[in-house]
């Protein structure tokens, strides 16, 4: 069975500084990867996602992502982070056939 | 706008009472999903629908239903049998491209809470 994880559960860092958080998935084929981002007590809204090409993606709001498919990971990361980056953010992967799995999320905090 | 628009935001339930929540979008998406979130532990799918009066059960479906009479529509009914009702639950859809290739749009969320 697939699987995702996200090994930080909280990261603190300061505004300014910059952000990698982390993803690791299981499985051996060719993943659809995902993240997305929410805001406490809302929905989830995405970030950015990968399907095939470049293995370094663009998304919104200044986050950009790298497939290695030889370490299984879909790290996110931000040279800059601003106090409103603040939220949690959730890995998810995807399979031909099979819906996606979600990992358990990093919630950032950001301090001033 | 469209969007995905879930109702009530916040509900109590008595235990042994069933309670609906609405999910209603205006995407012309195909697809539509809930899943639950609890802390930790990410999100988990409890039904998905990709054509209206068709259903799937997702990994965790048990204490849970659900209909598609509408293309539009999607409510998800907690149960009485379901032991642990408490969280956040979280409507989706989809345009169809394959399984695990489709791009969720999320509402804003239900927060259930039993009393």
């Known amino acids: 069975a697939q699987s995702v994880t996200q090994p930080d559960i909280h990261i603190t860092v300061s505004e300014g500084a910059s952000l990698e958080l982390r993803c690791n998935y299981s499985y051996g084929a060719t993943p659809y990867l995902f993240w997305y981002v929410q805001s406490p007590g809302q929905g989830l809204q995405l970030l950015l996602k990968y399907f095939s090409g470049d293995t370094l993606v663009q998304g919104i709001k200044g986050f950009e992502a790298e497939f290695k498919r030889s370490q299984s990971s879909f790290n996110l990361r931000k040279p800059s982070v601003h106090w409103s980056d603040a939220a949690e953010y959730f890995c998810?992967?995807?399979?031909?056939?099979?819906?996606?799995?979600f990992g358990g999320g990093t919630r950032l905090m950001v301090k001033p | 706008d469209g969007g995905i628009t879930q109702s009530p935001k916040y509900l109590f339930r008595k235990e042994g009472q069933n309670v609906t929540l609405s999910c209603e979008q205006n995407?012309?998406?195909?697809?539509m999903y809930w899943y639950r979130q609890d802390p930790g532990q990410g999100l988990r799918l409890i039904y998905y629908s990709q054509i209206v009066n068709d259903f799937q059960k997702g990994d965790i479906a048990e204490g849970y239903s659900v209909s598609r009479e509408k293309k539009e529509s999607f409510p998800l009914t907690v149960t009485s049998a379901q032991k642990n009702p408490t969280a956040f639950y979280l409507c989706a859809s989809s345009m169809i491209r394959q399984a695990g290739a489709n791009v969720l749009t999320f509402g804003a969320g239900s927060r259930l809470t039993v009393l």
């Open positions: 998810a992967v995807g399979y031909a056939g099979n819906m996606l799995t």
């Open positions: 995407l012309n998406h195909d697809a």
